[in-house]
Nanobody, 129 residues
Framework: EVQLQASGGGLVQAGGSLRLSCAASGFRFVNYAIGWFRQAPGKEREGVSC????????YYTDSVKGRFTVSGDNAKNTVYLQMNSLKPEDTAVYYC??????????????????????WGQGTLVTVSS
């Protein structure tokens, strides 16, 4: 069974940086996507970014483009979300999630919107102004 563990959250001042990690294991298929989601207090969960194992394609929601970078380290079975130029509105609990596919998959908004099958626990990111 797929297991995901997110870590790396913390308190940072506006303009600062954090790197989140998602340790993943248990994939049965070679094609899968790992997504990062966040949920701020009182708001709905939002898809932030994803990366595909098929072609290393990535996707970012508009609010984080140019500031966040998603990457994967296959040797460590870990996906990272590098977050730079953080803003108070980035404050949220961040989750990593995954879905497996029988076919090759390209990351895009539909991947984040279709629903993920496996979820890790959240890690809290707080950005102070």
């Amino acid at each position: 069974e797929v297991q995901l563990q997110a870590s790396g959250g913390g308190l940072v001042q506006a303009g600062g940086s954090l790197r989140l990690s998602c340790a993943a294991s248990g994939f049965r298929f070679v094609n899968y996507a790992i997504g990062w989601f966040r949920q701020a207090p009182g708001k709905e969960r939002e898809g932030v970014s994803c990366i595909s194992s098929s072609d290393d394609s990535t996707y970012y929601t508009d609010s984080v483009k140019g500031r966040f970078t998603v990457s994967g380290d296959n040797a460590k079975n870990t996906v990272y979300l590098q977050m730079n130029s953080l803003k108070p509105e980035d404050t949220a609990v961040y989750y990593c999630a995954a879905a497996q596919y029988l076919h090759e998959v390209m990351c895009g908004p539909s991947i984040l919107g279709d629903g993920m099958d496996y979820w890790g626990q959240g890690t809290l990111v707080t950005v102070s102004s």
